[in-house]
C-alpha cells in the first residue's frame, strides 16, 4: 500500500505565501510523476502543477509565474511554492503520484483559504 500526506496548509491573506509538501511512503519501488490538484466549493477538481521524474513540470494557466513545484526523488517528496495568493485560490489540495508500474495515489487534502 502507498499513503500520500500532506503539510502545509492554512489562512493567508492576499499577496501571501504558502508551502505546501507531500511524501510518499509504503510500498514504492518507482516514483513517476507527481502533481497537485486542487478543488474549490461547487467547483470541479483541477490540476494546478505537475511534474515528471526527470523534473520537466506543467501548470495551469492560472497559476503560472505564480506557483513552483519542485520533487526530491530521493525522498519520494514533492512541494508546491505558492505565491501572490488570491482569494480564487481558495481550494482543498490534494497531492498525487503515480507509482509502480502506474498506479495512482492521492493524498487526504489540505486546505488553503486566502483571505483578508
Known amino acids: 500500500q502507498v499513503q500520500l500526506v500532506e503539510s502545509g496548509g492554512g489562512l493567508v491573506q492576499p499577496g501571501g505565501s504558502l508551502r505546501l509538501s507531500c511524501a510518499a511512503s509504503?510500498?514504492?519501488?518507482?516514483?513517476?510523476?507527481m502533481a497537485w490538484d486542487r478543488q474549490a466549493p461547487g467547483k470541479k477538481r483541477e490540476l494546478v502543477a505537475a511534474?515528471?521524474?526527470?523534473?520537466?513540470?506543467n501548470y495551469a494557466a492560472s497559476v503560472k509565474g505564480r506557483f513552483t513545484i519542485s520533487r526530491d526523488n530521493a525522498k519520494n517528496t514533492v512541494s508546491l511554492q505558492m505565491n501572490s495568493l488570491k482569494p480564487e485560490d481558495t481550494a482543498v489540495y490534494f497531492c498525487?503520484?503515480?507509482?509502480?508500474?502506474?498506479?495512482?495515489?492521492w493524498g487526504q487534502g489540505t486546505q488553503v483559504t486566502v483571505s483578508s
Open positions: 511534474v515528471t521524474s526527470d523534473g520537466s513540470t
Open positions: 509504503g510500498s514504492i519501488s518507482r516514483v513517476n510523476h
Open positions: 498525487y503520484a503515480n507509482v509502480n508500474r502506474g498506479s495512482n495515489y
